[in-house]
């Protein structure tokens, strides 16, 4: 017997670039791989009102995981290579009043360039009905050959930055609002597993 309790769209790539998106969803939900809990979509927003809610909500997503990383326009375009942070807005909104049931939460890069402003993204979310902030330290591999080496190094944070963001926002939206905090040492541990599981 399959059993599935977790299954997500999105991660690296971005799914709503694929025009058949809800048609998967679907494809998804009538399958045995439909899951039993969490159905998620991770996006960045920007394409979302090209996808039919209805179809994602028949589908039975649960979870709407939207990449920000900044109530300010700019620093969310600059880190987030140019995306328009009131496009992605309005798109949660709509997807919101379509899908009601379904939860919304931010998933976000914390850098030196964010770190000092998380209050005013989370004041954000809540306002916009965000129930859940996923807050990841930003991490640097020197090795990769993707990403911008000349820009990285800037980015990274500082040895407390971290914790005092977190403790400052769990003082202030704690009763408000889920956090899931992942600092370096986390990140490190996590992707030592990835490497050691892939290798079994």
């Known amino acids: ?7 997500q769209l999105g991660c690296i790539m971005e799914p709503t670039l ?26 960045n927003g920007l394409l979302l009102h090209r996808h039919d809610h209805a179809k994602m909500r028949d589908a039975g997503l649960t979870h ?3 990449s920000i990383d900044s109530a300010d326009p700019a620093t969310h375009k ?15 909104v709509a997807f919101r009043t379509s899908c009601p049931a379904a939860e919304v939460e931010f998933i976000t890069t914390v850098t030196r360039a964010n770190v000092d402003a998380m209050d005013a993204l ?8 965000v129930s859940g902030f996923v807050l990841r330290a930003v991490f640097y591999l020197p090795e990769n050959n993707v990403v911008d080496h000349a820009r990285m190094p800037e980015l990274l944070l500082g040895p407390d ?7 400052r926002l769990t003082a202030r939206f704690g009763g408000r609002a889920r956090f899931e905090f992942a600092d370096s040492v986390t990140l490190d541990r996590s992707a030592q597993r990835i490497r050691a599981d892939s290798f079994r």
Do not use: E, Y
Request: charged share 25%; no cysteine; proline share 3%.
């Open 161 to 167: 930055d971290f914790a005092r963001m977190r403790d």
């Open 18 to 43: 694929d025009p058949r998106m809800t048609d998967l969803m679907l494809l998804v939900a009538g399958s045995r791989a439909r899951p039993a809990h969490r159905f998620v979509l991770q996006t």
């Open 122 to 129: 989370v004041a954000l979310g809540l306002d916009l009905g």
């Open 78 to 92: 600059l880190l987030r290579g140019g995306s328009s942070l009131s496009k992605t807005i309005a798109n949660i």
């Open 1 to 7: 017997m399959i059993r599935v309790d977790n299954f």
């Open 64 to 66: 709407l995981s939207a």
